[in-house]
Nanobody, 123 residues
């Protein structure tokens, strides 16, 4: 089992920045591919970014490329999502998730999920 707890969400103006954190406990964090997802009201959950546990390679969906940066600190068992140049359409509940498979571009096979943190971007 892996327990995940997100933090860092809040209200920010368009163009601003936020950094989300995801604290992991339980099984060895360093052995998991980690991802960020988001879900806006009335919309399906959307895959945002992922980072490999093997070589720290990253993957981003087109809508966040160049604005969001995913990173991990295995010593602290923590995943991050730095979000810059935020837009109103980034408003959503953001979730972190963990999986053992290595395909960072795939949105499936995530086994463990956090409870989510709300990000609201005002225009």
């Amino acid at each position: 089992q892996v327990q995940l707890v997100e933090s860092g969400g809040g209200l920010v103006q368009a163009g601003g920045s936020l950094r989300l954190s995801c604290a992991a406990s339980g099984r060895t964090f360093r052995d998991y591919t980690m991802g960020w997802f988001r879900q806006a009201p009335g919309k399906e959950r959307e895959f945002v970014a992922a980072i490999s546990w093997i070589d720290y390679s990253t993957y981003y969906v087109d809508s966040v490329k160049g604005r969001f940066t995913i990173s991990r600190d295995n010593a602290k068992n923590t995943l991050y999502l730095q979000m810059n140049s935020l837009k109103a359409e980034d408003t959503a509940v953001y979730y972190c998730a963990a999986k053992r498979t290595i395909d960072i571009s795939a949105a499936h096979n995530y086994d463990y999920w956090g409870q989510g943190t709300q990000v609201t971007v005002s225009s």
